[in-house]
């Protein structure tokens, strides 16, 4: 999983990529309908650690033996996300007013969301399929910044813009029979 993240900042708007991992699940309605699940943290290559877990659907178009399968989810989500920098305390005392120390900040924020996303499956064998998905995700976020151990966090809301791309194998050792009529 690529995500690409991009936030207000007190200086405008940040933008990021990083990489993650995460699990999908699928419980299948009808041949057409599913309810699924994700479970997301993008880890790695980026200035936070984020967190999501999303509920919703998924419509498949196509008949489920057709060796590439479109898909479109809807889903609703949560996030999380966290981070830690240092920051200048002041002046110091060097020339022209260098900056002396820096203190240890860190800052985590947390919302709910929409996810709205199109992608594929393609069957490499009866059990194995690659599955790829370009996703949106837009966010209601409240960030809180802890400044200090004796701090006391602060909460502010922005939306947050995030898009995903997702490369996967699903592995399904179930095979359906549909009864001859």
């Known amino acids: 999983m690529v995500s690409t993240f991009r936030t ?6 940040s933008n990021f990529t990083t990489f993650g991992a995460g699990t999908h699940a ?4 009808q041949d057409h309908w ?6 997301a943290a993008s880890l790695v290559g980026g200035p936070s650690t984020s967190e999501t877990i999303d509920v919703g659907t998924r419509y498949k178009p196509l008949a489920l033996d057709a060796d590439v399968r479109p898909f479109f989810d809807v889903r609703a ?10 920051s200048p305390t002041g002046p110091g005392p060097g020339i ?7 203190a240890q900040e860190q800052r985590y924020s947390r919302g709910f969301g929409g996810i709205g996303g ?5 069957s490499l ?18 960030t ?7 701090s006391f966090p602060n909460g502010n809301t922005f939306w947050m813009t995030s898009l995903r791309y997702i490369v996967g194998l699903r592995f399904n050792p179930v095979t359906a029979l549909h009864e001859l009529r």
């Open 8 to 13: 207000p900042t007190g200086a405008g708007i």
């Open 96 to 102: 022209g007013g260098a900056i002396g120390e820096f």
């Open 26 to 29: 699928d419980y299948r309605f």
């Open 144 to 150: 809180y910044r802890l400044n200090g151990p004796a």
């Open 77 to 86: 989500g949560y996030m999380n996300m966290y981070d830690a920098f240092a």
């Open 34 to 39: 599913s309810g699924t699940m994700d479970v």
């Open 125 to 142: 064998t009866r059990s194995i399929a690659l599955s790829t998905e370009l996703a949106a995700m837009r966010d209601r976020m409240t």
């Open 118 to 122: 199109a992608g594929f499956e393609v």
